[in-house]
Every structure is written in C-alpha cells, then in structure tokens.
C-alpha cells in the first residue's frame, strides 16, 4: 500500500535538504502525583538516592564518551545530581510523606526557581535542573529517559525542543535534520542548526504527527517536510539538493548581486580562535568581534597588554580587510560581576551593554586604547562599535571617547527600538550602524531571548522588527553611511535579500552560513531586493512575511 504524501510546514534552518527516518525524541515525562507514599519513607529515599546516584554516574560516563566541550556540559549536570543539599532537601520531603519521585520533582523545582529569580547566566541553568530531574525521576520510575535516542544508522531527529544537555550529544554523523513542534528561529536548536550547517526546521505544530520510522524529506530551504514523499519527489529533491550544493560551492568572492550590487559578506567571530574558519570560508573581514570572550571567566578585566595582544591575534588574520569590534556587551544573557549587578530584578532591562561600561569607564578606556594600538600594529581596518545603544547622547559619548584614543571608525550597534528611530540623529554623529537583530526583535516584541515559551515570538520576520530596519537603512542611505546586520537574521538567506532591499549594506553571519547568503543574493538584483522588501513590510505578521517572500523568490 501506498502512503499519501502530507506537507507539514515550520520555520526552515538554513538551505540543508535531506531525506531519513523519523526517530522521536520522548516527550517530557508527566509530573509525578502529589499522592502520599505508600511504601514508607525508608524505601522511597533508597529509591531517590540510587536514581539520583546512577544519573550522575551515567551524565559522567556519556561526558567521558563525548569528550571536549560536551564532557563540561555533562559534568557540571552530574553535579547537580549530587548536590548534597538538594539531597537533603529530598529526604525532608520523604520524611514528610512524599514519594521519591515527587520528592524529587519539588526538589528540583526549588532549586530552579532559586536560579531564574537570580536572571541572567542563573537563570538559564534552571532549564538544566529540569533535564536532570527528569532523568532521576524516569529512573525511579523505570521508563526510558527523555534526550536524543541512541541508533547506530542515520536518522531525522525530531523533538518538541532541544535542550543544551541534548545538543551537547548530538552526533552529527547520525543525526541528518533537525525537526521541533516548538521553539522559534532564535531558539537553541535553531542557533545549533546554523552553526553545524545542518538542515532544521523549527516550530513546526503539524510535526507532531511524525512517527519513529516514518520517511520525510526535509528541505530547510522550502520551509517544508514532506511526510512519504513519493519515488518521484525524492529523485527530484536529491537533483534539487545537488543543485543547491554545486550554487554554494560555485559561489566565491565578494557578495555580489545578479546586477553587480555589491553587499560585504562577513564574518561574526568570538575568538582569534573562530577567525580561522572565517578565513576559511572566503568571509570579507569581520563584521562582528565579540570580545566578551576576553572578561567572562575572569575576577577582573584583563590588562590592556593582555586585550592587545588578543586583538592583534585577530586583527593580523585580516590584513586590508575591515574588522568591527564590539566592545564588552555585559549583563543580561552575558552577566559579569564585576561590571553588571546581580540585584537587578529584570537584568534585560538594566544596566546592560554600553550602560555598564558608562558606568566603568576606565574599563571602556582600557579596551578602547587596546584596540586602538592593535589595530596601530597590524593593517586589519579596524572599526569599533558599542552595544546595546538607546540614545543620541550615548552615541556622542561613545564616539567622543573612541575619538579621544585614536579610533578613526566609531560606531553603534541598533538593537532597541528607541535607536532605530532615531537612526537618522544617530548615524549624524557615528561614522556607521550594524543592526542586532536578535536583541532588535527581543524588546520589539518584548519577548526574553533566552526563554523557550516565547521563542516562537522571537522572529526577526515579523513586519514590526523590519519596519524599524527600513526606519535604520533610509538613514544610511540619506547620510551614505554603512548599515550592517550582525544578529541571526543575516545568516537568513532569503531574509538577507530582504534586508538588502530595507537598505543594509552588508551582513555579517557564523561562517558557515556565508556560502549560502553568497548564493542567494546572486539570484536577484538590488531592484528586486526592494521590491521584495516592500511586499514584506505590508504583511500582517511574520508567517505572511515568509509566505510572500517566498512567492517572490521561487517564481
Ligand atoms: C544581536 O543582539 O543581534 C547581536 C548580534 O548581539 P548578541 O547576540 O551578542 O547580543
Ligand atoms: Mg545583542
């Protein structure tokens, strides 16, 4: 028998068009009754103590199996499994007549709250203590533990979302496609996706149908998975899938329209470390150095010697080529304590970014002059940016003390609706704009980036983000000044055609994804680019941004 073909339709990932077999990720595991014990508390804290023991064990052994990065992940997991005082917190609850997998799940759940009212850096790991207390709580009760199946052959994975401690496992020989019910194009799985250049599709409702073993054809690039697609469906995709491979590798040089509009194509890096693969993939300069790297794990801020010689690591990757550096974005998803305060109630919108370094400025100073004498000892054409910028007169600020060390390029990054509509002040004073689009779309819609509930609003598609991009690219086309993107948005290829027509002049993205914007931006001239922007900015939401994007771009 026959099997229909059934399209089910989410948030693509990149250009990736895969065929493969469907294997499910568990769902999470229900929340254990509030029912009393009935075995006696003796019995039930063996229970909890050997699940919690054995998990810690097991998140050890696969860490030692994973090696590098993954093992970190694995290892800081397995301590929250012995923390001695979420112990002792459990057997209080037994004592007190709970069963060990409520003990457990109350436990944790105590402890996760703790860690979201700290915000920022904290607050993300109490995703983490779910990921373990679900892994304790499916051992006492003798179910199989949720996370990424174990299979020797190929498979599409397809999950509700992917937690860090699932990725952290991923191995990306097995796993050909990324597919989740939830999450959004900011979400975890998204941001893995891009950055291992595999094919996803993100958010996809109607995925929820999907079986082990069924067989889809996964196109990120159509936006689509096509459940039993037909003989003919597959051979065509698979001469399709080709086609897209050969457009990417024929894609070399400089981004380049099919008209010779000329869009800089670069690279966004955190480390002298991450220049490398810049390099490798024909990036044009730097279009984003994130230099958090430098201060995250540190008391202190290092001294200008040890910055300078870090920057210079980079900068002498890039002889002739443009480098923009960013200075320190602290606070918020990037906490430091001795620049940002944990006692903010909503770190978001505290003193985050350029209002930390305002607030310390002899740290601004010291890693403006270090930039400053690297780019004086090696012949990268560096210029400087500060995030996070709200108002004309933090911009006069900055530029003023960039000016003050000897920085000839000096300027802001657009992330908060308030900047982009003053874009035209702006960009009177600063020498040039690169607009973040994972913060822009954050405090437009006002919904966290880091939190997956809301991820699906997290869309830099929505017409509300793009208009205040279009607000941003007519400043710089009236002051004729450059107008980056540097958030995810760029790595985006048809969103990257719109963003040209909006008016950015270059895009800057995880190396990765260079060859595919190059490609993309090829197919159509600038006239084109603005004509699809249009029709976008007159949508109503973000699914019907994508919808008559794509009505353009595939005729
Ligand atoms: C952004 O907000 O889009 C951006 C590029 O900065 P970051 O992701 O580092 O906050
Ligand atoms: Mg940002």
Redesign the pocket.
Known sequence: MTTKERILTGIGVGRGLVVGDVRRMPDPLPEPPQTNSTLGADAELGRATVALSETAEDLRDRGRQAGGLAKDVLDALALMADDQMLHADVKNRIDRGATAERAVFDAFAGFASILEAAGGYMAERAGDLGDVANRVIARIMGVAAPGVPQSTTPFVLVARDLAPADTALLNFDIVRALVTTDGGPTSHTAILAREKGLPAIVGAKSAEVLVDGDVVLVDAGKNEIVLHPSAVRIEEALIEAEARKAARAGATGPGRMADGHEVALLANVGSSKSASAAVEAHAEGIG?F?TEFLFLDNDTAPSVDTQQAEYAAVFEQFPGQKVVVRVL?AGA?KPLPFLTDDGEENPALGRRGIRALFAHSEILRDQLTAIAQAAAATRADVWVMA?MIATVDETEEFVALCREVGIAKAGVMI?VPSSALLAHHILEIADFVSI?????TQYTVAADRLLGTVADLQDPWNPAVLRLIREVGRAGEVTHKSVGV???AAADPTLAVVLIGLGVTSLSMSPIALADVRAEISRFTLAEARELAERVLSSRNAADARIAASAVLTQ
């Open positions: 984003l994130r974005d998803d995030p992330e973040g689009t994972n913060d822009l540097c958030g995810e």
